[in-house]
């Protein structure tokens, strides 16, 4: 019935379809990243606070690799800025942050894009439908074979269907991501202050020199 139908919609179908496929793809793959990049930030910290307490530097970077996610990201950038001064730890931790953010953000575009052009693709097709309908009007009047108006009509209403289906979950979907990502960044930058936090003022390395 689906084939049916994008052959009875013509060309234009099949654009729609593409890029439905197209913003299905970028919505899985990016709904993995993203939950992937979720961590439970306050036990991670802890965690790392205590790894960093005993003096263990290494261990705790070597964790922040091992762990998945912007949150551990920063805390390894913080860690290995440790030695810097308060406002240079910030600098470096907000550089990185806009690096995992941007990674975070990317290919949203292409289901913001396809919930914009999806629907003007159907308008389009709904336009070229009813062309397709009028001229045998005009060609055959008075004497007028529904057959060839139906087909105009059914174009017309398939292109806007199909746009309107590829447009209104791929705008879901594009809300749904940002939504995530609105979360995760809230997420790094509490972490981020944590870190800083504990860095500059709640430790101090106590350790005699050369232990």
Do not use: Y
Request: proline fraction near 4%; charged fraction near 20%.
């Amino acid at each position: 019935m689906l084939l049916e139908w994008m052959h009875l919609g013509g060309p234009l179908m099949w654009v729609i379809a593409g890029f439905g496929v197209w913003a299905l793809g970028v919505f899985v793959e990016r709904s993995l990243h993203l939950h992937r990049a979720r961590i439970k930030a306050d036990d991670f910290l802890k965690g790392i606070f205590n790894i960093v307490k005993r003096g263990n530097i290494v261990e705790a970077i070597t964790i922040c690799e091992e762990t998945p996610g912007p949150v551990a990201h920063l805390v390894k950038t913080a860690i290995l800025h440790r030695e810097d001064s308060k406002e240079a730890i910030e600098a470096a931790v907000s550089e990185a942050s806009r690096g995992e953010v941007s990674r975070m953000e990317r290919r949203l575009v292409v289901l913001a894009t396809a919930s914009q052009v999806a629907p003007l693709i159907g308008l389009l097709g709904t336009v070229l439908g009813m062309i397709q309908a009028l001229l045998p009007m005009q060609v055959e009047a008075p004497l007028i074979h529904s057959g060839d108006v139906l087909g105009g009509l059914r174009v017309a209403l398939l292109t806007t269907a199909a746009g309107l289906a590829v447009a209104i979950p791929s705008f879901v979907g594009f809300n749904l991501l940002t939504i995530k990502v609105d979360r995760i960044v809230l997420e790094m930058e509490r972490s981020a202050s944590a870190v800083v936090a504990f860095l500059k003022g709640g430790w101090r390395d106590e350790r005699p020199a050369g232990g």
